[in-house]
């Protein structure tokens, strides 16, 4: 958009397990919205979106087995990283937790935000359990580390203001990076 000021011209990933709403979470940070098209990625998703007279531009990989293999390659293209976890999916949060901590354990200064997503299930578990879940206590002391209970959801409840609070959030780290 014009006007505003590009991030350098690193990227935000977007990152984590096929199904925990990666693109959900996006589309609703660039628009407000809850997305109605339910397609999984294929591949990757980009998207820009303007906060504050900043432009910033996050990239999401599809999250499925075969597109894995691309985590790394894009990892120092980052700047940022935003993990989603489902937080209901108990069974596959010891694979969540293997994958985050392959991605950040050789990037020591890269920030994480980590989206403990689809809060508005009955199963989720709360985000002292995805912290401990995660084992965020491993992911080391230099590096910034926020942990935000999300929920995007079609049922029609409303989406609580931590959406904002976590798009603030990214804008503020932007700002400062
Ligand atoms: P991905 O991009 O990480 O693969 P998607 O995940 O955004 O495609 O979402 C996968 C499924 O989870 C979608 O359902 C989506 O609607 C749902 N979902 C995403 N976020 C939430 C949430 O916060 N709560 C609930 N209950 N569901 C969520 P479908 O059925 O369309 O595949
Ligand atoms: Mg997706």
Request: hydrophobic share 40%; proline share 5%.
């Amino acid at each position: 958009m014009r006007g505003c000021a590009k991030v350098k011209n690193k990227q935000i990933l977007v990152l984590g397990l096929d199904g925990a709403g990666k693109t959900s979470v996006l589309h609703f940070l660039a628009s407000n919205t809850v997305r109605h098209s339910t397609a999984p990625t294929l591949g990757f998703n980009a998207v820009n979106i303007s906060s504050e007279d900043r432009q910033m531009e996050f990239l999401e990989i599809g999250g499925s087995e075969p597109f894995r293999s691309y985590w790394d390659m894009y990892l120092p293209k980052g700047w940022l990283l935003i993990f989603v976890v489902d937080s209901a999916d108990h069974k596959r949060l010891p694979e969540a937790k293997k994958y985050l901590h392959q991605l950040i354990d050789p990037n020591p200064d890269l920030p994480l935000v980590v989206f403990a997503n689809k809060q508005d299930l009955e199963a989720a578990y709360r985000i002292t359990d995805i912290h401990d879940a995660l084992a965020l206590s491993d992911v080391g002391n230099d590096r910034k580390l926020f942990l935000f209970g999300t929920q995007v959801t079609r049922n029609g409840s409303e989406i609580p203001s931590i959406m904002q609070d976590a798009k603030d959030l990214i804008t503020h780290l932007a700002i400062n990076m």
